[in-house]
């Protein structure tokens, strides 16, 4: 069973990120996303302002399927007017898609979102809108979205 395994290494890639946390801004998070896909988040900040993001998840569209991505994020602080941490992220990664054997795909993935993160409390939520240009079996233009939040370790 290939899930279990995909879900050690994840947890071993992201174990290996700095394990100083102390807020969002830095070190490993987990936690869920909910959309298309909907599965479990992980997000290791590589420094104040850019990060990487791995989804596993499971995708309902069309009988169903195993979706894992991983994205490098860009945080922008300043494109809203607050005294409240609520960057726009934007990005660029992969994704597999896993499922029938006509269904399987390899795509190359944006993404845009907002983020909420607390000042007193180790967690984040965020929104986010990800489309997809599928390179295998054939091309084909998707679109993921959904909305999540993560727990930061100190």
Not at 87 to 105: E, N, S
Request: proline share 5%; with cysteine.
């Amino acid at each position: 069973m290939r899930f279990p395994r995909i879900l050690l290494f994840a947890v071993l890639i992201l174990l290996a990120f700095p394990a100083s946390a102390r807020c969002q801004g830095s070190g490993v998070g987990l936690g869920i996303i909910i959309g298309e896909p909907t599965g479990f988040s992980f997000k290791g900040w590589l420094d104040s302002r850019s990060a990487i993001d791995i989804g596993l998840a499971w995708s309902f569209v069309r009988e169903g399927s195993f979706h894992i991505h991983a994205d490098y994020l860009y945080h922008s602080f300043h494109v809203f007017e607050t005294t409240e941490n609520v960057p726009l992220y934007f990005g660029v990664g992969g994704r597999i898609k896993t499922g029938r054997d006509t269904d399987a795909r390899v795509g190359v993935r944006g993404v845009i979102g907002i983020g909420y993160l607390f000042k007193d409390a180790p967690v984040d939520l965020f929104l986010e809108v990800a489309p997809i240009i599928d390179l295998t079996p054939s091309t084909d233009l998707q679109v993921n979205a959904g909305f999540g939040a993560r727990f930061f370790f100190r």
